[in-house]
């Protein structure tokens, strides 16, 4: 099963576009740009879990 590459935000709706290495991630896949991140200590609003970098999808 592959991520769901959300493009925005959930906080801010920051664009996070799927090459982009700014977006952050918890397990159920809640996407935060990296200064939200950082404000909320990388720690999910909505289940607590810790935000991680997000991998990236490179076009070919």
Not at 2 to 11: G, S
Not at 19 to 43: H, V
């Amino acid at each position: 099963m592959a991520l769901e590459m959300r493009e925005v935000c959930e906080r801010c709706s920051a664009p996070l576009p799927k090459d982009s290495g700014d977006a952050r991630i918890c397990s159920f896949e809640c996407t935060f740009c990296g200064a939200c991140s950082e404000t909320m200590s990388n720690r999910c609003p909505n289940c607590g879990g810790e935000l991680l970098p997000r991998p990236r999808r490179i076009a070919k």
